[in-house]
């Protein structure tokens, strides 16, 4: 499983960002700066669509 799968999954699970940060952080052996920057990247791709649904 990829990180934004992952991510994907710990937030199905309606984990707070917080224990999502520290969980990709864990299970990726990821800094916390690494670990947000794969957030973020995740609610970019969210947001991306989002925007193509609601066009």
Known sequence: MDVLDFIRDKF?????IGTVLHL?????????????????SYFEIIEM??????S
Do not use: F, P
């Open 12 to 16: 199905s699970q309606d984990c707070s």
């Open 24 to 40: 990709v952080m864990a299970n990726y052996n990821l800094s916390e700066e690494e670990a947000q920057k794969e957030i973020d």
């Open 49 to 54: 669509i989002d925007r193509e649904r609601n």
